[in-house]
């Protein structure tokens, strides 16, 4: 049985690290490698009661992360649809192309850390594309967004799914997380901000002939400031939520999206249908990318029976005993992220690695958060922001590899470095 399970489980996951050649969505690969799995584990074990009982906690721990994903992609759409995101690229003006990849870089960085990195890729690359021209210069800003996005990501339980799925199961509290990988996580942006602003020093800003903010979309400048501070206040609050009341952040965002609801009808309560149509909640809901919250919950059910037939327990044993020491181990984790998608490497490692032995805050978790978190960087397809990025500015692989792939990972490295010395002199 456990053969079975290790060679369907490495099936899917080939399936879904192969998603472009192959032309499969990697949902699809997903949730048949989770039915498969589950379905060998229920012949196999032939304990009914059991199975379903460790089917059920699986269910729950996936629920969370999957509510409070749909709650912040929801929050994020609605103040969109507002065009809220113009109270930040208003105010972006400059004619040196390297003052202008700082302010991109640090502006992505900062506002991955309270939206989250997919979210925030989406919103800087359509800024770039009103204040660039050139194609070859809007690609080395795109590759610099990914950077950006994964290093701000990394240090906030809300930027990435990796630190999210992290925070919510207990590895990581908040203000641990921000105070432990925030150093380390600029070092990783700096580093290779620095050589592409040199690279690109006296060239000047080539913007477009005329710069449209508008998306023909009616909206007065109260309703954009209300819906973005709002939307930003919901998203920033609920690591706060769930420090005071101790109830899991799914409840926090689903609390914030209706309070959010509530004020957007509020508002438009006076509009003729037509005119709010595109506004209310209802229609932000059905733009939210379904597919990876599918995908997110296929494959952390199929991870689960992993965990539930010990299997990746002993793995981690087999990596302590061959690796032995823990930060390369993690590390190894954090490159491998490029290659493979990092959601299901950090759902492998939290089944690996038990919060008994290894408890909340530990170094293994925090060391986790960043070599996952900006290891995805390395290559285009590591990561949900460079998929984003691939797909709207049209980036090709290799052209990522050549001239983006060498600065993300020598930033990977120097924001590792800070961090193991950071942790040996607090510790």
Request: with cysteine.
């Amino acid at each position: 049985m456990l053969t079975a399970l290790i060679v369907v489980f490495i099936v899917a996951y080939a399936a879904i690290a192969l998603e472009h050649p192959i032309k499969i969505n990697k949902s699809a690969s997903a949730l048949i490698g989770a039915g498969l799995l589950w379905t060998i584990y229920a012949l196999g074990a032939g304990d009914a009661p059991k199975i379903s009982h460790e089917l059920g906690e699986s269910v729950m721990a996936t629920a969370q992360i999957v509510f409070f994903l749909m709650g912040a992609m929801t929050i994020v759409e609605v103040v969109d649809a507002h065009n809220g995101f113009e109270v930040i690229t208003k105010r972006i003006r400059t004619t040196k192309l390297s003052t202008l990849m700082w302010l991109v870089g640090f502006v992505t960085f900062f506002l991955s850390a309270l939206l989250d990195n997919l979210t925030t890729t989406i919103v800087m690359i359509s800024l770039v594309r009103k204040l660039l021209s050139k194609h070859e210069d809007r690609l080395f800003f795109a590759g610099i967004i990914v950077i950006a996005a994964n290093a701000g990501g990394a240090w906030s339980p809300i930027g990435d799914v990796t630190t999210t799925m992290l925070w919510i199961g207990g590895q990581i509290t908040t203000l641990n997380i921000m105070k432990m990988v925030f150093l380390p996580a600029v070092v990783s942006l700096l580093v290779p901000l620095a050589v592409t602003a040199y690279i690109l020093r006296g060239r000047p800003v080539m913007g477009p002939e005329q710069i449209e903010m508008d998306h023909g979309l009616k909206t007065t400048e109260f309703e954009r400031n209300l819906m973005f501070f709002l939307g930003l206040g919901i998203l920033v609050a609920v690591p706060a939520f769930k420090t005071v009341t101790h109830l899991p952040p799914f409840l926090g965002i689903l609390f914030g999206l209706g309070i959010l609801w509530l004020v957007g009808d509020l508002v438009h309560r006076h509009k003729e249908d037509e005119n709010k149509q595109h506004l209310t909640l209802a229609h932000a809901l059905s733009r939210i990318d379904m597919s990876s919250i599918v995908f997110f919950v296929g494959i952390l059910l199929a991870v689960a029976t992993l965990e539930h037939t010990h299997i990746l327990t002993a793995l981690a044993k087999w990596l302590d005993e061959t690796v032995g020491r823990q930060d390369v181990i993690v590390m190894i984790i954090g490159i491998v992220s490029a290659i493979v998608d990092n959601v299901p490497l950090v759902a492998a490692s939290m089944g690996m690695y038990s919060l008994e032995q290894y408890p909340t805050d530990h170094f293994l978790w925090e060391f986790l958060a960043y070599c996952a978190g900006t290891g995805g960087s390395i290559l285009i397809i590591g990561s949900a922001a460079g998929v984003a990025a691939m797909g709207l500015e049209k980036i090709h692989f290799f052209w990522y590899v050549k001239k983006i792939s060498w600065l993300a990972l020598i930033g990977y490295f120097a924001g590792a470095a800070v961090y193991l010395v950071q942790y040996q002199m607090l510790h």
